[in-house]
């Protein structure tokens, strides 16, 4: 998930591996991409003209143009098929690409640092927000929509969201430490939890919907029906994209992680509200311009009036 | 509220900007706007053998809040003559309109904005007045161009 940390720390690039002992691992680095998003590949899904996306950017570009990003051939939503085995290799390598990186470091005294999966003796602070830069490259910890404390999705959903949301003080059982947890649970390889055959892919929105069959479609999913049309149906779609990409996930999250999630990237939107862009750009941009938008206007204008004078004149 | 960016904005704002800062481009330059990372300020020499060699072309970039869904928006700051780039900048690229596609990325675009001064086509044109000259006397629009670079590139 996107995080409000410096922006910068948290991107990786292939060229990462460059000054590396290894800089061939790059091209792993690169190919576990996703063409899109150009992170790593989560829930990655093949499309009928085997090409491999983000099940959710795939879901998201789909929505304006029923075309693969790459090779431009029609490609249809209900083709996705998702590839558990490669979002295992996926995780895997984001998981421990930090120490991987640390290992293949050029300078002569590399001493690896302890990885603290290997350390269970170390107490389990709940990980705070500072922390989380680092972490988040390692592990792919969730956040508790209710408490905000971070623990793995496992953790998340067989104990601790009900008893959190049964009683708010409930934190994540201090006696696990909440990283080892992770590796100590081995699920048979490419399977996802029993609770993901339960539910089946939400149908994409019909833009002729009616604004109230709308609100009813977001109160049954529990989002909010606040803002104008456009904004609900937006969050609606993203939610969309959102839901069925979680079911593509070899790692699916509670629905209630996904409208947490939903809900902070909205919240990105108010957050770069307040940075200025578009809104404010449009303003900028048109009053810098202005003096040529109006000699185009001019132009067109007068380009007007000619064909219209050809037209009468042909009369 | 205006309707909220279809990506996280830390990934899809500073993804171009790491490759460029990690990975760049001969001959072109990107730099973001210190308080908006959605604005570059962008930099594209004339390619050897163009009338535009020895011109540095000044560009503003911009990508949309649906980008990469949506394309970047690129202008020409700086006067050109060329049958594909009108008088405002605007350029008529298929990769920045039609055959956008995600899987493209800024640098991308930058380059094929490069191939596009090596090769102008005024087959297509935006700038209608430098197509036909560029038709007619291609000589001369050549001629013209150069100038071009020379009085507004440099």
């Given at each position: 998930m996107a995080t409000f940390t410096d922006p910068l720390d948290s991107i990786t690039d292939p060229s990462d591996w460059a000054d590396s002992t290894f800089p061939n691992l790059s091209k792993l680095d690169s190919l576990l991409r996703c063409h899109i998003c150009k992170d790593f590949l989560k829930a990655p899904v093949l499309t009928s003209c085997d090409h491999i996306f983000c099940s959710v950017c795939i879901r998201r570009s789909?929505?304006?143009?029923?075309?693969?990003?790459?090779?431009?051939?029609?490609?249809?939503?209900?083709?996705?098929?998702?590839?558990?085995?490669?979002?295992?290799?996926?995780?895997?390598?984001?998981?421990?690409?930090?120490?991987?990186?640390?290992?293949?470091?050029?300078?002569?005294?590399?001493?690896?640092?302890?990885?603290?999966?290997?350390?269970?003796?170390?107490?389990?602070?709940?990980?705070?927000?500072?922390?989380?830069?680092?972490?988040?490259?390692?592990?792919?910890?969730?956040?508790?929509?209710?408490?905000s404390t971070f623990m793995s999705a496992d953790e998340l959903q067989t104990s601790h969201i009900d008893s959190c949301l049964a009683n708010k003080r409930a934190r994540p059982s201090p006696s696990r430490p909440v990283i080892s947890s992770f590796f100590k649970k081995e699920r048979t390889p490419q399977t996802q939890p029993e609770f993901v055959k339960k539910k089946t892919k939400i149908t994409n929105l019909d833009p002729t919907i009616s604004t109230n069959k709308l609100?009813?479609?977001?109160?049954?999913?529990?989002?909010?029906?606040?803002?104008?049309?456009?904004?609900?149906?937006?969050?609606?779609?993203?939610?969309?994209?959102?839901?069925?990409?979680?079911?593509?996930?070899?790692?699916?999250?509670?629905?209630?992680?996904?409208?947490?999630?939903?809900?902070?990237?909205?919240?990105t939107y108010s957050l770069s509200n307040t940075a200025g862009d578009t809104a404010e750009d449009g303003a900028q941009w048109r009053r810098r311009y202005r003096k040529e938008y109006d000699e185009l206007i001019k132009q067109a204008r007068a380009n007007m009036n000619r064909i219209n004078t050809k037209l009468d004149s042909t009369d | 509220m205006r309707n909220p960016p279809r990506t996280p904005m830390t990934t899809t704002l500073n993804r171009p900007l790491t490759v460029f800062l990690s990975d760049p481009v001969p001959g072109i330059t990107a730099v973001p706007h210190e308080d908006n990372l959605r604005y570059f300020n962008v930099t594209i020499d004339g390619p050897s053998g163009s009338p535009y060699e020895g011109g540095k072309f000044k560009l503003e970039l911009f990508l949309p809040d649906d980008y990469p869904m949506l394309a970047p928006k690129v202008r020409f700051l700086t006067k050109i003559y060329h049958p594909n780039i009108d008088r405002l900048g605007r350029i008529c690229l298929d990769v920045l309109k039609a055959n956008w596609s995600p899987a493209l990325q800024v640098r991308t675009i930058l380059l094929s904005i490069q191939a596009l001064l090596s090769s102008p086509n005024p087959d297509d044109p935006l700038a209608n007045e430098v197509a036909e000259e560029w038709k007619n006397n291609e000589q001369n629009a050549i001629k013209t161009a150069r100038e071009w670079t020379e009085r507004f590139a440099q």
């Open positions: 789909l929505e304006s143009d029923k075309k693969c990003p790459l090779c431009h051939e029609e490609t249809y939503e209900s083709k996705l098929r998702k590839v558990l085995l490669l979002d295992e290799i996926s995780t895997w390598f984001t998981r421990n690409r930090p120490e991987l990186l640390d290992k293949h470091r050029p300078t002569a005294n590399n001493t690896p640092e302890p990885v603290a999966a290997l350390e269970p003796e170390k107490p389990a602070a709940p990980l705070r927000y500072e922390s989380r830069k680092k972490r988040a490259a390692e592990d792919p910890l969730v956040e508790c929509p209710v408490c609100k009813e479609k977001l109160n049954y999913w529990n989002l909010p029906t606040g803002g104008t049309r456009y904004q609900m149906e937006t969050r609606m779609k993203e939610f969309i994209s959102m839901y069925n990409a979680n079911l593509d996930s070899v790692n699916p999250v509670d629905d209630r992680v996904l409208i947490n999630r939903l809900m902070k990237w909205e919240g | -």
